[in-house]
Every structure is written in C-alpha cells, then in structure tokens.
C-alpha cells in the first residue's frame, strides 16, 4: 500500500510541475516539463536566452514524453506488485527504466549540441541526474530535480 501512495505522490509531484508547462489542448493528458512538439507547420522556436532554440525544444520534447510514459509505467508497475503480477511488474519496470535511460540520452546527444556552455553543462547535469532516478520512488530528489528545471526554465524560457 505504501507504494501505491508513493506513486500517486509522485505522480502528483509530476502533473503539478506539468501544470506549469505549454500543453497541447489536443491531448489533455500531456505531462513534463516543456512544451510539447510544435506542429509541422509551426514556425520555428524564437530564440531563447541562451541561443540554443532548437536544443532547448528537443530537450525539453524529450523530457514531456519520457516523463509521461515513466509516471505510467511506474505506476503500472506498482499496481502490479500490489496484485502479485510479477510478470506484469517485471515488463512495467523495464519500461519504465527504459524510458529515463532514452531521457538520459537525449539530453546527453542535446548537451553536445548546445553552444551556450551554461545549457551545455545543465543538459549534462539533468542527464546525470535523470540516470540516477531508477524504479525506486523513495530515492527520487524532487527538491534536486526541480532546481536543475528551475534552471533549465531560466535558459530556455518558454
């Protein structure tokens, strides 16, 4: 059971943080950190503070949609462990790590194409750290993972 309310705190944490990020009306179900994908026919990102529009997009592309399926695939995970599903749970948590280690990668490939040293470094920081999260809700850092957003935000304003 405490699990269970783990997952719904944390995915409460998530879906308040993604209260504050652009949606996309079309899905009302969007979470993360960043706006999401712009349509084709979107003009491109105007630039940001840092200079790096397109590495601030798919950084922050990256991280709504790994975002998203984690919180569902943990979530899936533990109400499956809370039913004794195991083969369900193993699948679910697989998923899930898969999810962050894509994140992870994204934002290391965004990290060596930014020019501004400081996003450079953040992207590389925010990979660090989403490396780290794993399947255990309890070690998740919320108070750490928020700074470096807090930081991304002022980089890449929306």
Known sequence: M???LAVAALTGIVLAGAGCADRDDDNPFAVGFASPAPSRTAALPSPTASGDAGV??????AGSAAVQTYVQELAQMLGAGATGD??????ARRDAEAALAGWRDALRQHSARAEDP????????LADEV???????????QTQFDRLQGRLDEL???
């Open 156 to 158: 890449c304003p929306a």
């Open 2 to 4: 405490r699990r269970v």
């Open 131 to 141: 490396g780290g999260l794993g399947t255990d809700v309890r070690a998740i850092d």
């Open 86 to 91: 195991r083969k369900t749970e193993q699948a």
């Open 118 to 125: 400081r996003l450079r470094t953040l992207l590389a920081e």
């Open 56 to 61: 601030c997009a798919g950084a922050k592309q």
